[in-house]
């Protein structure tokens, strides 16, 4: 029997509620990953952080990731203002440290980054960040006179897959999982591109003349809306 559904390849995991949502309107999503993140769980990184949980801070977190990494060390809850991406990473933090811990956040770094300067004169600042991240938001707190302590919590490699399946349209949430799609795959001219973010967008545009579709705000599920949108029209 034919396949006659809208076949979307997504290059992370994703909750299976949400793409059954997707299911349910004849589109496909198929999940795998093209980056592997590896959490720092030594004894030496466990050490700082614990000791940073006892000091009022502020601190910075621009990922999921980060957020997991950072509580999987923790003993007991800090006292840290914090700033951060909305969207997933808030509700995280929202979840395991309170919403009153969050004094500012925006839909990107370097949003964020201006955000901090508004609200906040020079200061020492904490950015909890994988070993991949963009220079927006340390180069905008430099320029303004704040001391950035980055601590990388976790590591971002590449987990590359050839891909011999025809899709209709494909997800990228971050510029890593891009460069390491096209790193060992081609696309025919016809394949959407969706961008959870201005940043990923621009990195596929590197490398793709593809139509790119961008989310409005760094959210899987808003992501998935414009790939319903966009085949449901």
């Known amino acids: 029997m ?15 509620h949400l793409t059954e ?55 007991s809850p800090p006292n840290w203002e914090i700033y951060c991406i909305g969207g997933k ?20 770094a370097k949003e964020l980054a201006k955000v901090i300067v508004k609200k906040n004169t020079a ?21 303004n006179l704040f001391d950035l302590e980055e601590v990388v919590v976790y590591t971002t490699e590449p987990a590359q ?7 209709d349209g494909i997800m990228f949430f971050s510029p890593s ?17 969706f961008a959870i973010g201005d940043t990923t967008a621009n990195a596929i545009a590197d490398i793709s003349d593809n139509k790119i579709i961008v989310s409005r705000k760094p959210d899987a599920e808003l992501l998935l809306q414009k790939v319903s949108e966009t085949f449901n029209t």
Do not use: W
């Open 2 to 16: 034919q396949n006659n559904k809208t076949q979307i390849l997504c290059t992370r995991l994703l909750d299976s």
């Open 89 to 108: 990473t808030k509700d995280i933090i929202e979840e395991k440290f309170g919403t009153n811990a969050i004094k500012g956040f925006a839909d990107t």
């Open 177 to 193: 999982a891009v460069n390491s799609f096209f790193e060992v795959n081609k696309i025919k001219d016809s394949v959407v591109l």
């Open 21 to 75: 949502k997707l299911l349910q309107q004849n589109i496909e999503v198929e999940c795998i990953s093209f980056i592997e993140i590896k959490v720092d769980k030594s004894i030496a990184l466990a050490d700082k952080i614990q000791a940073l949980s006892t000091e009022k801070l502020k601190v910075i977190f621009t990922s999921t990731n980060a957020v997991e990494a950072v509580d999987a060390h923790l003993i």
């Open 161 to 167: 897959h050839i891909i011999d399946k025809d899709y």
């Open 123 to 143: 200061t020492t600042i904490y950015f909890f960040s994988g070993n991949k991240r963009m220079n927006h938001l340390p180069e905008i707190l430099s320029d």
